[in-house]
Antibody, heavy 121, light 108 residues
Framework: QVQLVESGGGVVQPGTSLRLSCAAS????????IHWVRQAPGKGLEWVAV????????YYADSVKGRFTISRDNSKKTLYLQMNSLRAEDTAVYYC??????????????WGLGTLVTVSS | DIQMTQSPSSLSASVGDRVTITCRAS??????LNWYQQKPGKAPKLLIY???SLQSGVPSRFSGSGSGTDFTLTISSLQPEDFATYYC??????????FGPGTKVDIK
């Protein structure tokens, strides 16, 4: 079955870096675009970034542009999110989600369980 | 950017009630509108895509409607397992997907 498993979260100080991973299984990873979505404690969902199936296209939310980098290794079936210059407002659970498409309409059909990132001094 | 709003932000309902949640986009998203359910401590789950298409495995008491800027999610007969927060999401301005702020459904 389709599985997405995030890892790499933790407690870090403001201004430091962290890399999240999302390990995929149960589907042909190299044919899907994958997204990162985050959720601050007690808040709603915020789209963060997306990478195309081949890694050739990447897009970011304005809130993380220039600080976060999304990447993937299709040979390892793994997605990454390199987070630099972390701020307190980056504190959130980070989810990876698979993008599916039906007649040109896109949606997230599978999500990981999430990994918590806490930015605090 | 397309902004999404939802109403109400929260509601209290009883088992068996018919529940309707509204989502509005700041400009037309045609039918590029999805609905997710999230329970505390869990990942979101896709319920409806393309405004009205029921995701496989989702109970038929969930339905979606609308197009353009105004959409609704309806639960025809609320069940105990439906108490959760519901989010709409536009996928018209791909790849910049935007979520609504959420509607929390709790027990009256």
């Amino acid at each position: 079955q389709v599985q997405l498993v995030e890892s790499g979260g933790g407690v870090v100080q403001p201004g430091t870096s962290l890399r999240l991973s999302c390990a995929a299984s149960g589907f042909t990873f190299r044919t899907y675009s994958i997204h990162w979505v985050r959720q601050a404690p007690g808040k709603g969902l915020e789209w963060v970034a997306v990478i195309s199936y081949d890694g050739g296209s990447k897009y970011y939310a304005d809130s993380v542009k220039g600080r976060f980098t999304i990447s993937r290794d299709n040979s390892k079936k793994t997605l990454y999110l390199q987070m630099n210059s972390l701020r307190a407002e980056d504190t959130a659970v980070y989810y990876c989600a698979r993008e599916e498409r039906s007649s040109s309409i896109y949606y997230f059909d599978y999500w990981g369980l999430g990994t918590l990132v806490t930015v605090s001094s | 950017d397309i902004q999404m709003t939802q109403s109400p932000s929260s509601l209290s309902a009883s088992v068996g009630d018919r529940v309707t949640i509204t989502c509005r986009a700041s400009r037309s998203v045609r039918n590029y509108l999805n609905w997710y359910q999230q329970k505390p401590g869990k990942a979101p789950k896709l319920l409806i895509y393309a405004a009205s298409s029921l995701q496989s495995g989702v109970p038929s008491r969930f339905s979606g409607s609308g197009s353009g800027t105004d959409f609704t999610l309806t639960i025809s007969s609320l069940q105990p397992e439906d108490f959760a927060t519901y989010y709409c999401q536009q996928s018209y301005s791909t790849p910049l997907f935007t979520f609504g702020p959420g509607t929390k459904v709790d027990i009256k």
